[in-house]
Structure formats: C-alpha cells, structure tokens
C-alpha cells in the first residue's frame, strides 16, 4: 500500500485518477516545488473527503512514506483543517480544489 | 415502445444487458457497431475437453490448418457448441502455472476465470486465485482401431500364420500396456522395447502382451519366426512388426504426449491407462503419504493430472531441481496425489497392479486416516494460486473457439472465456422484421459471397450485374464476423458501404438499404489499411465475459436458444416495432435537444485529450448522434449528462483506452455508478467511525468529549451531503445504498448522543 490511510484503495485507477487530477490542478496553480507525489496527493484529497480519515500505524507505513505519513497526521489534527472539512466532506470536486490548493499553498511556502 | 423492444431484445440472453442497449442504440442512430472481443487464443498442446468427455489436444482438433477462421460443429465442456476454430500465430504469450502445476499457455489478453472475475493472462499476478476444475465428465464409447490400421500392420510383416489376436478395440488391458509403454517403453521400425528395470515389470508386461493379443510370448515368437524375448538385462524387446505398428498408431506422432485414443477413451480406459503408468512409473512415499510419478517432460504429466480429474482426484506437479543446481539436464518433474479423500479416490478407481504397491497405498490411507484426514473439495471447481506467469517471445500458432452460447470452456485444467455477439444481432433483425445477413469473413472471402456473384446472362449482354437477392446489399441489418479478416477488395467496398451506404460495383453504384452493419473482431486492428475502417463505426463495444455469478442463468438460456432455434428456426418473443417505426425514432433522435450538454461535452474531450486519449473530429461530431439516441432510449427529447456515458462506446480506440475513458467518465459524470461508488466509500468509513466510537464510548475523558463532539459535526455533515447525493440520483440502486449509510449514520450519531449526554 503506497498511501498511509485506512480503507482506501490504492490501486483503484479512479483512486489514481483523484490524485493525478489533484496534482494537475497543483500545476496549474504553479506547484513546481515538487511538495507532493501521487500517494500524497491521494491522501490530501481522502483527509478531506472521507468524514473520518484513519491512518495506518507508523510502522506499516511503507520506506520512504514516512513524511507523508507526518504530514497527513498532522493535517488531520488542524483545527483549519477540519474547518475546511465542513466543505469537502463526500465532495470530490471541492475535495480536489482544495487538495490542490494546499499542495500549491505549502509548496510555495 | 423502445423500452419494450430493448426488453424483447435482451430477454432471451443472461448478463447481456449492455450489448442490447448497443445494438438498440446503434439503431437508434442509424450507426454502425463493431464488436470486440477478447481473443481466448491458447496453445496447441493445450488441452480442450468436448462436452461427452472426450480430451483433446487442441491442435489435434486444428491440425493442417493454416491460420484463418474454420467453421466447426464442436460441442465443448461446460456444455456449449462451439462454431467457429480462429487459428491465429501471435509473438507473445504467457504460460500461466498454477500451484497445483495446472499450466496453460495463451495469448496475453486471453481471459481467465479468477476468484475476482476475468482476469487478462498477462496482468495475473504471483497469489492471484484462478478458477480449476476438480472433476470433468468422461466419455462412452471405446475406442475402436481401425481395420485398415490392423491390415497395413498384418501385410507388412507377411501373410505367415499368425495366431496371435488383433485387437479390435483400445480396452483396459491394451491400456494398462500403453500406460507401461509410455513410462517404459521406446519403438523402433522392427520392434517395440521396454526398459522394465525390473523382474516384476518384465513379467507384467509379458503376461500383458499375453493377454492383449492372446499369445503364448516364447511360443508366438517361434511359430512367426518373430522373436520376442529378453534382451540384455533391464530390456525387453517384443520384435514384432505388426506391435510395432500398432504401437505406432497408438502413440500416436509425439511421444512427449498422452496417447489421444486414451484421451477420447471411457475413463476405465483411461484408468487402465494411468495405472499401467504409475506402476511403472510411479511410487508411494510413505514419509509424505502421497503418490508420486516423475518425469523429465512436464507435458505427459500435465496430460495425467487432467485424465485423473475424471476420477475427481486433484493432483500437484512441481518442479524438482536435485542438489539446489539450475542446470536444466538435472530437473525433473512430479506428479503428486495427496490428502486423503484424493488418495482414496485414486486407489479406489486407478490404483496399482502388483500387490506391494497397492499395499503401501493403502498404508498410506490407513495413516492419513488415523491422523484424522482432510477436507475435499465438494463442488467440480475450485481455485489454485498462480505460481508463476512466464512470458514467452516467439511466434506462436494459437487456437480459439468461438462459442455463441456459454463463452467459455474447459482449457487444461482451468476456466478459459470466449465471447460471443452475433446472436442479439440476429435477434433485433427478427424482431423489426428486417432484412438480416451474416456472415463470416476471413481472408479468402470473395467479394462475391458478399455481394452476390455476377449475372452470367447479363455480363453476356454487356451488363454488369449482381445477383444480391439475400446478399449484403439488400440486407437492413447486417453482421460481419472477423470483418477486419477481410481482403482490401473487400475491406474498399466496405468502406463507401459503411459511410455513404453505397457499393461501387464495377460500373455500376448501387444504393443500398442498409440501416446498421455490425462487425465483430476478436482484436483490435493495427495494420494501416484497415484504420479506415475501423473508423468508421462510431461505436466500438468491447464486450466482457459473463459474469460467473450469471453462469447458472446463462446455461439455462443457453439451452433454451439452442430448443427454440431447433424447433422454431428463430428466437420467439412478439414484435413490438418494425423499421418503419424505427425509422419515425430516428427522427426524434434528430431532434433531440442537446444543447444542455454540449458545454460538459466539450469538456470532457479536452480531458480525454489530456489524458492522451485521441478524438477524430469525426467522432466528435458523430458522438452527438449516440447522445441524442440514449435521450430517446430513455424517452426524454433533451440530452443531459447522464446520456454522455455512451462516450465509452465513442471513444475508446483499445481496451486500454476503455479503461481510461470508463475512468474519466466514472469520475466527471453524475451517474448512478458515481454515486454508489462515493456511497461505498463513505459507508466503509462512516463503518470505522462505529467502530472508533465503541472502542471510546466508556472510556471519560475531555478529549473524547471534544473528539467526539468533532465526529458528531462530521456525521451531520456527512448526512446532508448522502441525502443530496440520493436526491440528485433519483436512482433507486443509489436510494437503497443511500438509505443503508444513513441507517449506520443514525445509528452513530445516537450512540455519540448517549455518550454526551
């Protein structure tokens, strides 16, 4: 499993396709940093569209995906986070704007 | 009126739903379809069973053909007719070897039956789950030699007096020797030898030899002037022209293979036969209580693990390399029959000869017995892991059986899919009354057989004329199975056929009837000179296998079609419409409004455009005509977006493509299957959500207060948004989930409530 929540499915070619738009979108926003590859973008996008985004323990989480693992934990915890979560949740379209929009945010922090 | 059409058209089929829609929508917009299906493509020394039991080696079915299409009257297992043998020669295929040693090699896109559906060959993977059988029938009748056979062999060697019996047919006793033979034995022009290797063995074959053809062995050798006796020690040699031949003839032209008159014989032929070759061959090992054969060629035993599923004894072969080297000189392979009710079953109806080892089997039972036993397989499938999925590069000559009913068949062991179209299209035709042509092109079709031959009488006045009665150009449906097979004087005429619904004949240009042609093709076409035509139907179905849930259904209809076309000649069901009317509904397809949806068109081709997925302009254009026609299938005279999903018949120029296109579509477009997709994954975590608040509803603390006061607002929000997503389907399978999410919702939310109370 490349990602690091619970219950998503990885492998889904429309799971896949959320991401790639995800990071699409980051582009056109001017994300040339490189912040996110496609397994964090998935994630972004589940933390804000699932109602209750679960992660897997530290240590399933695949080598490598340790930062994403550190920066999904702790968006789930922002309290801005969860405001935005009013917004998204079960929204896949607002869930896309918005992942995007804080891949580009961070990116170009 | 459509909609009972679209039901009169789908009724006689099970899991077809879609190809009737297709068909209906084709028409609909005076269009034209090819199907495409996949090629279910193995190789020849795969072995197919026929539906009486008989096996055989697919390429003994094909031999001496070239590649091309063959009609054929082939009844395979599981019961279904198959029409039509493809012979196709491919660069890549994969061999796929399970566990157990069931080993098939096919084409990469050749389907196979997994635990998870089909699944293409070449995308199994390592621990995949595919589907084995763990019993097939077996035939009747046995096996007779032909006299002709007996004659060539009995004039070769003379006409001195010879008492000895000529066998008459392949029996028990002749196959308990073949077995003996095929583990033992070697032929030369003069003589048939065995390296018995033992007292016991040289013995059993002389008392066999003496019973097959009733001889006296020291004694026919002197009466004949033959000389059967024993060679040098571990060699016997029956030096018999006439055995020799006879073995010939039984054993056929490969000796890496099982005989095939064992493969058509009754299974206490093949019984006979089995147990002659584990006598010889095989062994118990008491240490591993199972019965083991070896042999360096894996081909003889993947032949035996089948003809043992006719006793309903499931076997593994493995590989075995001695002393852990790779050096291919040293491996060889085992068959293995263990666990007790396979044991049992074995000893039961194949067993051993001598006494010795059919005591140390039934030892072997005795232990397994007393260790309490294992469990069998109860139903005549079952599934193997993939152990292995090699690819393999060089040109192959593949077979596939074309099969209209039941799409799939017994391959070696495991389930092997083919697919079928023709049928729905006959059917709509009978249903409109319509003017129906079939047929099946391959290569060498002449344009005559199309188009009907030409007016001898007239050509003699000068007059260039066909005569077309029943022909394509005067038929209003037509079906063209393998119609990219076809040659380029074909494949032209076709072309302005399809486009402008003329036939350039000649001097003449003949204004057709034609309304839709289907075609059917088992690959997509690559070569240059068939793109034109590939192009120029507007929709491309790629049909998919039935799903296994559907197989039971399937058989029944099946059977039912197969009744109805005997004693009817055609499919029954009233006709609700006629071309007239069909004619008066494409008319309404032209006037459908579609203005609603052509912003969200536009879009979607710039994002398949994105995504690297090519729209000719004519498709493009073309696409608006399916639109409109699945408006008026849906009875509305107004496109909105739920009627883009034909997209995926537009589109799509692969099965590659399909799978992107049906991506895209799933997630840009409000379908019910969008909406029941984003249902489950809600449902999968509003269901974690239960089990994170049970876990913590006793526990009292401010941070699960909090906690849970945040999962309150989250459900709340989570509600709204299920109930508009079912307001917005009005779709009753989206209603039904929708409920069942709001149910687990409620119910968390209460027990959050109690909590907080």
């Known amino acids: 499993m490349p990602g690091v929540l619970k219950g998503v499915r990885y492998d889904d070619p429309v799971t896949i396709y959320r991401g790639e738009k995800v990071l699409k979108i980051a582009s056109k926003l001017g994300n040339e940093s490189g912040f996110a590859d496609l397994d964090l973008s998935i994630d972004i996008f589940y933390s804000l569209y699932l109602p209750f985004p679960v992660t897997i323990?530290?240590?399933?989480?695949?080598?490598?995906?340790?930062?994403?693992?550190?920066?999904?934990?702790?968006?789930?915890?922002?309290?801005?986070?969860?405001?935005?979560?009013?917004?998204t949740i079960a929204d896949s379209q607002l869930s896309t704007l918005v992942s995007a929009s804080l891949i580009h945010h961070i990116g170009s922090a | 009126m459509l909609r009972e059409f679209l039901k009169a058209l789908q009724a006689p089929f099970v899991g077809r739903g879609e190809e009737a829609r297709v068909v209906a929508l084709t028409l609909l917009a005076r269009e034209h379809t090819v199907f495409i299906g996949e090629p279910g493509c193995v190789s020849g020394d795969t072995i197919v069973s026929a539906s009486d039991g008989r096996l055989f080696y697919i390429d003994d079915v094909a031999r001496g053909l070239t590649p091309g299409v063959y009609y054929v009257d082939f009844w395979v297992f599981p019961h279904a007719r198959a029409d039509e043998l493809h012979v196709y020669e491919v660069l890549e295929t994969a061999e796929v070897i399970t566990r157990r040693g069931f080993s098939i090699r096919v084409t990469l896109n050749h389907p196979l039956m997994t635990d998870r559906g089909w699944v293409k060959a070449g995308r199994l993977k390592p621990g995949d789950r595919v589907r084995v059988f763990t019993k097939i029938p077996s035939p009747r009748g046995y096996v007779k030699i032909p006299r002709d056979v007996l004659r060539k062999a009995l004039a070769k060697q003379g006409n001195g007096s010879v008492d000895a019996k000529q066998p008459r047919l392949v029996d028990e006793e002749l196959a308990e020797l073949l077995g003996i033979f095929t583990a033992r034995g070697f032929l030369k022009p003069q003589y048939v030898g065995f390296n018995h290797g033992s007292r016991e063995l040289r013995e059993l074959v002389e008392r066999l030899v003496s019973g097959v053809f009733n001889v006296d062995v020291d004694r026919v050798a002197e009466l004949d002037s033959r000389r059967i006796r024993a060679g040098r020690v571990g060699t016997l040699r029956l030096n018999s022209q006439f055995m020799a031949d006879l073995f010939k003839w039984l054993n056929g032209y490969s000796s890496r293979r099982v005989s095939r008159w064992i493969l058509l014989s009754p299974k206490a032929v093949s019984a006979a036969f089995l147990r002659g070759l584990f006598e010889a061959a095989g062994e118990v090992s008491n240490q591993g209580c199972s019965v083991v054969l070896?042999?360096?060629?894996?081909?003889?035993?993947?032949?035996?693990?089948?003809?043992?599923?006719?006793?309903?004894?499931?076997?593994?072969?493995?590989?075995?390399?001695?002393?852990?080297?790779?050096?291919?000189?040293?491996?060889?392979?085992?068959?293995?029959?263990?666990?007790?009710?396979?044991?049992?079953?074995?000893?039961?109806?194949?067993?051993?000869?001598?006494?010795?080892?059919?005591?140390?089997?039934?030892?072997?039972?005795?232990l397994l017995l007393n260790k309490g036993g294992d469990p069998s397989p109860g139903s005549s499938t079952a599934f193997d892991e993939v152990r292995e999925v090699r690819i393999v590069r060089g040109l192959t000559r593949v077979y596939d059986f074309h099969i209209p009913a039941t799409h799939s068949f017994f391959t070696g062991g495991l389930l092997s899919h083919n697919t079928a179209k023709s049928a729905i299209v006959r059917r709509a035709a009978e249903l409109l009354n319509a003017r129906f042509f079939k047929y099946l092109l391959t290569r060498f079709t002449e344009p005559a057989e199309l188009f009907g031959p030409l007016d001898i009488k007239a050509l003699e006045d000068g007059k260039y004329v066909r005569l077309s009665r029943g022909k394509l150009p005067e038929a209003e449906i037509a079906f063209l199975d393998e119609i990219f097979k076809a040659n380029s004087a074909i494949l032209n005429a076709l072309n302005s056929l399809l486009q402008e619904r003329v036939l350039y004949d000649g001097y003449t240009e003949l204004v057709v009837p034609l309304w839709s042609l289907f075609g059917a093709s088992n690959e997509v076409p690559e070569e240059p000179e068939v793109a034109a035509l590939y192009d120029r139907f507007v929709i491309r179905h790629f049909v998919r296998p039935v799903a296994?849930?559907?197989?039971?259904?399937?058989?029944?209809?099946?059977?039912?079609?197969?009744?109805e076309l005997y004693y009817q000649g055609c499919l029954g069901g009233g006709k609700v419409m006629d071309m007239g009317d069909l004619r008066k509904f494409h008319k309404l397809v032209l006037s459908v409004n579609l203005e609603p949806v052509k912003t969200k068109l536009v879009k979607l081709f710039a994002v398949f455009e994105s995504r690297g997925v090519h729209v000719t302009d004519r498709r493009k254009g073309k696409s608006l005509k399916l639109i409109a026609a699945n408006a008026v299938l849906e009875g509305r005279g107004e496109a909105q977006e739920s009627d883009l999903i034909v997209l995926k018949y537009v589109v799509p120029k692969d099965w590659d493509e399909l799978e992107k296109v049906n991506t895209i579509l799933s997630e840009e477009l409000k379908t019910p299957y969008r909406y029941l997709r984003e249902l489950e994954e809600i449902k999968t975590n509003v269901r974690e959500v239960m089990n994170y608040v049970l876990s913590l509803q006793n526990i009292e603390s401010r941070f699960v207060e909090m906690r849970f006061r945040q999962i309150l607002r989250d459900l709340e929000i989570t509600r709204d948004r299920v109930v508009s997503l079912m307001l917005e389907s009005r779709d009753p399978g989206v209603e039904r989930l929708a409920g069942e999410v709001i149910a687990i919702i409620d119910s968390t939310a209460d027990t959050i409530r109690r909590r907080l109370r």
Do not use: M
């Open chain 2, 548 to 563: 296994e849930d559907l197989w039971r259904d399937l058989l029944n209809k099946s059977w039912e079609i197969e009744r």
């Open chain 2, 294 to 366: 070896k042999d360096v060629d894996p081909g003889i035993l993947r032949a035996v693990q089948v003809l043992l599923l006719r006793h309903g004894v499931l076997s593994a072969i493995e590989e075995c390399v001695p002393g852990g080297t790779r050096k291919s000189v040293n491996k060889y392979f085992t068959l293995k029959v263990s666990g007790l009710e396979n044991l049992k079953r074995f000893v039961s109806e194949v067993g051993f000869i001598s006494r010795r080892k059919r005591e140390e089997a039934e030892s072997c039972i005795s």
């Open chain 1, 57 to 87: 323990p530290l240590n399933e989480v695949p080598a490598g995906k340790e930062r994403n693992y550190f920066i999904i934990k702790e968006f789930i915890d922002l309290p801005d986070f969860n405001s935005l979560k009013l917004y």
